[in-house]
Structures are given as structure tokens and as C-alpha cells.
């Protein structure tokens, strides 16, 4: 469920999306990353390793295995992609539309 309280932003486009908004598109997309076993599955966990997610694929495109949050659930709190910030980032910002990495 989600928090119908927040501040949410439903737009279809990030016209009037500003820092005082949190995009409920770049939210949903995190949380089916976790329906879909990001931090949640046991392969996930069978990969995190050292702090760091080791899956060969990820590791290919990443450069070298992903750092995760400190419980593994997450990447590392600013971890980016080709300079984007990722949508499973555990702390996503207000004011800004993030897509898969």
C-alpha cells in the first residue's frame, strides 16, 4: 500500500512536477522491483555478498558487483548508472521522474 498522506505527484508527464512532490510513478517502479525479488528474493540475498550485489549480469554492465544498502535490500543510497540515479535507490528524491537502470 502506499502512503496516502505523502505529498504524491500522479502526472503521466513531469510538466508540474516540482520538489515539493514525490512521483508515485518512480515509487510504484521501486516497489515492483521489490515484487519482483530486488532485496526480497532468496537469489537475491544468495548474491549480496560483501555489502555489494554479485550478479554476473549486473556485474557486466555495472562495471564490477553493485553496492547495496547495509541491509541488502537496496543499491547503495546514491548509486548511479550511465549518470542516472537508480530507481532502487532506498532513498528516492522529491521533485524527480527516475526509470529502470
Not at 502526472?11 to 512521483?23: E, F, H, N, P
Not at 521489490?34 to 554479485?54: D, E, K, M, S
Amino acid at each position: 500500500s502506499f502512503d496516502s498522506a505523502a505529498a504524491w505527484f500522479f502526472g503521466q508527464t513531469t510538466a508540474g512536477l516540482t520538489s515539493a512532490k514525490i512521483d508515485f510513478y518512480s515509487v510504484a517502479l521501486h516497489e515492483m522491483g521489490h515484487l519482483l525479488g530486488i532485496g526480497t528474493a532468496p537469489q537475491w540475498a544468495a548474491a549480496v555478498r560483501g555489502g555489494a550485489y554479485t550478479g554476473a549480469s549486473t556485474q557486466a554492465l555495472y562495471g564490477r558487483a553493485v553496492p547495496t544498502s547495509a541491509d541488502g535490500s537496496h543499491w547503495a543510497d546514491g548509486v548511479t548508472f550511465g549518470g542516472q540515479p537508480t530507481v532502487m535507490d532506498p532513498a528516492l528524491p522529491r521533485g524527480a521522474r527516475l526509470a529502470w537502470t
